[in-house]
């Protein structure tokens, strides 16, 4: 039987196969989106843990490499969702406003860093690999389930929220 | 706003934030995803159930009566 079909019939070392094959792919899709090694790697376990949990609505015929690439995608964005609100739920306790609403004291890379973190999510993860990680745009609408010019569109989106905070933080002209 | 403010902004982006490069991981994945598929896990509840739990706690909190009703049919 066929590695992929003994897969999704739940067969753990046709699992492991996959994963020793499709890890560092998964891993370099996580680290892209979360910028972090240790939280990369934790994003890999979630993710190949949904691929598993997943496994009877894989398609044996369609590319795994792709599938489980969408699924660290959409971990890699929870995660970055979960850090938002986390970042926002401190910034309410602690009674300040959030690091890129005061420009005094940051350098200008820091403050850009902060306005990144600050982006919805789904803006975050195209500005990031489109602009910073370059790549191209139809592996990203892949990468995502989305199409080539919705790719466009958020990174178009990103791109005009971050200038809008920087001109505040009098970071642009 | 313009293209080139646009590119300008992209600029900035790039130089705040660095590729990362094509590294795997640094150690060995598979046993932590083994124990994810031993370990049961619970089910976790959605938002949607949150919400419905706030909307209940929140009907009974405004009339305290209908926690009773609420408890009789229980």
Redesign the interface.
């Known amino acids: 039987m066929d590695l992929l079909e003994r897969f999704a019939r739940g067969d753990l070392d046709a699992f492991e196969t996959l994963f020793r094959q499709f890890e560092g792919d998964v891993y370099r899709w996580a680290l892209r989106l979360v910028r972090d090694p240790a939280t990369a790697e934790d994003v890999t376990i979630e993710a190949f843990w949904r691929i598993y949990c997943a496994r009877a609505r894989f398609d044996a015929r369609r590319p795994f490499g792709a599938w489980a690439r969408r699924i660290a995608c959409n971990v890699a964005i929870d995660h970055l969702k979960r850090d938002r609100r986390r970042e926002a739920m401190v910034s309410i306790l602690r009674r300040r406003p959030p690091v890129s609403a005061s420009a005094a004291g940051h350098d200008v890379e820091g403050l850009v860093r902060s306005a990144i973190r600050e982006l919805p999510p789904r803006l975050h993860a195209v500005a990031t690999l489109a602009i910073v990680e370059e790549v191209p745009h139809a592996e990203i609408a892949t990468a995502l389930g989305i199409s080539e010019s919705a790719v466009k569109a958020r990174r178009f989106r990103a791109v005009r929220l971050l200038r809008r905070k920087l001109e505040k933080l009098g970071v642009m002209p | 706003?313009t293209d080139e403010?646009?590119r300008?902004?992209?600029e900035?982006?790039?130089?705040?934030?660095?590729?990362?490069g094509?590294?795997?991981?640094?150690?060995d994945?598979?046993p932590?995803?083994r124990n994810?598929?031993d370990r049961p896990r619970g089910v976790r509840p959605s938002a949607i159930d949150w919400a419905l739990v706030a909307i209940g706690l929140g009907w009974c909190l405004w009339s305290p009566e209908t926690f009773a009703a609420v408890l009789y049919h229980f």
């Open positions: 706003m403010q646009d300008a902004v992209e900035l982006i790039r130089a705040a934030r660095s590729a990362t094509l590294g795997g991981p640094e150690r994945l598979w932590r995803v994810c598929l």
